[in-house]
């Protein structure tokens, strides 16, 4: 039995690298990491180091197809691709950063609280929960971003207060559990307080969840981004934002410029999937009938 | 000082009585031994007497004044599984930290060595982690101690040395303790009085 969960483990997590041999699970899963890291720091970079002058109009060269000197091609206005998608990947980033880890520390606290403040705090928890599951994602995301007129700080504000619903519930189960474990029983009788024994004991079991918690909310919350962008509830055009991108490259694609929609489109699912893979090998090592394979 | 249950009365959920109006005393000092046959209720008593389960009826009272609800619990109970008794998160000095500061000589005649309090949990034995949880559990609050099946998964050279140091502590400190088990050698060697779960509880089937 675990021979066979052994080897199905093994063939979806890393099967990138079994071409490198003399690696055992460990070294492959922290090379995946690395690999996926690197891939992203150098997409901000890039966005740093690319001239905002390459995103200028330029009649002159403007509908080309990808070539050596605009690798992704350029739009009707004769922007090149390449750096737009760049420039829209690193915006992306940081508005997925910035709302997975607030809509991570809201599950954390409302996740801690419904476990250990008692009965009705918790079923008033638990009916939020319900009640921002119930309803799609995207149309509590587009209203809570046109109510606060769009732009990043409507996107984001709309992401972290959509996406904190199911680690809630995982946090809250979590907690309810451990509360009931002997160590922390004996702790109360000690003399401890409830609200120490919340932050000394059950705290420090949670940071698995947290932590990976945060890394899988983000491509969630970078493909909300750009599809309510995409919408035209999110960011303003002038951004260069990959929901942007993607929406205004809809208008052209029937006089087949395929570019426009095909490479930035590719590259935002390399970034989501780059996070993806952090996401599940971070878990592959952090839990504890993981970590010692 | 002493330690009595009245009357006390328990089920779980909607279940069969496991204790109908049972009288248990514990006086300072003493050492008493209650035995009896599995899921007889030794270890829901256990928790009933150190405070971790509220009786359904009857009262626990701790010189004639009902429980503490905060602060330091003069009755320490311990577990029969220390893994579960200790935070796996928590080096071993801070688990022995936890109750409070006790002397360094307590924890030498118990055979803690200093090289295990760096130590995680899981790099020590049930045996080991055992002599931890009494030690934590034995501070100068502690007027009573509850051993439910204490030493009942260790073997007898390290069951001698537990009970010795427990009871020699007891002694000194004036502290009673309950004696859980099933073993009746044991509690016989050790109990000055023993009590048969058996016998006294009424109404069961």
Redesign the interface.
């Known amino acids: 039995m675990s021979e066979i969960s052994a080897v199905t483990r093994d063939s979806r997590n890393s099967k990138f690298f079994k071409f490198i041999p003399g690696l055992n699970r460990r070294q492959r899963t922290l090379l995946m990491i690395a690999s996926s890291v690197l891939v992203l720091a150098a997409v901000i970079m890039a966005s740093l180091l690319l001239d905002n002058e390459k995103i200028a109009t330029h009649f002159d060269e403007k509908n080309l197809g990808p070539s050596l000197e605009h690798f992704f091609g350029t739009d009707w206005l004769g922007r090149d691709m390449f750096t737009r998608t760049v420039k829209g990947l690193s915006l992306s980033i940081y508005i997925g950063l910035i709302a997975s880890a607030v809509s991570v520390v809201i599950a954390l606290v409302l996740g801690m609280s419904a476990a250990t403040m008692g009965k009705t705090v918790d079923r008033v928890i638990t009916w939020i929960v319900d009640l921002f599951l119930g309803m799609p994602h995207l149309v509590a995301l587009i209203l809570i971003a046109f109510t606060l007129g769009g732009g990043a700080k409507g996107v984001i504000i709309g992401v972290a207060f959509t996406h904190w619903t199911s680690l809630t519930r995982v946090i809250r189960a979590e907690v309810l559990q451990l509360r009931s474990a002997e160590f922390v029983q004996i702790s109360r009788h000690m003399g401890k307080s409830r609200w120490w024994t919340a932050f000394h004991h059950i705290l420090p079991h949670l940071v698995p969840q947290f932590f990976v918690g945060f890394v899988l909310l983000f491509p969630h919350a970078i493909l909300h981004e750009a599809s309510i962008t995409f919408l035209g509830f999110g960011l303003s055009p002038h951004k260069p934002a990959i929901g942007v991108i993607l929406s205004e490259a809809m208008k052209y694609l029937s006089t087949g410029m395929w570019w426009l929609a095909f490479f930035p489109g590719l590259s935002l699912l390399i970034i989501v999937r780059a996070f993806d893979i952090i996401g599940e090998n971070l878990r592959l090592l952090i839990d504890p009938h993981h970590a010692h394979d | 000082m002493q330690l009595r249950a009245e009357n006390i009365s328990f089920r779980y959920g909607k279940g069969d009585w496991i204790l109908k109006d049972f009288n248990i005393e514990l006086n300072q000092g003493e050492i008493l031994g209650l035995t009896g046959p599995s899921g007889c209720g030794k270890s829901t008593l256990a928790k009933i007497l150190?405070?971790?389960e509220r009786p359904l009826g009857g009262s626990v009272e701790l010189d004639s004044r009902s429980f503490p609800s905060?602060?330091?619990?003069p009755v320490?109970?311990v577990?029969q599984?220390p893994e579960?008794?200790?935070?796996p998160?928590?080096q071993m000095h801070r688990i022995l930290r936890?109750?409070?500061c006790q002397d360094d000589s307590l924890y030498r005649s118990l055979g803690i060595e200093e090289s295990w309090m760096k130590r995680w949990p899981n790099e020590l034995s049930g045996g080991e982690l055992q002599r931890f949880c009494v030690a934590r559990a034995l501070t100068r609050q502690t007027r009573f101690l509850i051993a439910d099946e204490m030493t009942t998964m260790l073997d007898a050279i390290t069951q001698a040395q537990i009970w010795h140091v427990v009871l020699e502590y007891a002694k000194q400190n004036n502290m009673g303790v309950l004696v859980v088990s099933h073993e009746n050698r044991l509690i016989e060697r050790l109990c000055d009085r023993v009590v048969c779960l058996r016998d006294n509880a009424a109404g069961r089937t």
Not at chain 2, 70 to 73: E, L, P
């Open positions: 150190a405070g971790y905060k602060g330091f619990n320490q109970l577990f599984h579960k008794a200790v935070n998160r928590w936890e109750s409070g």
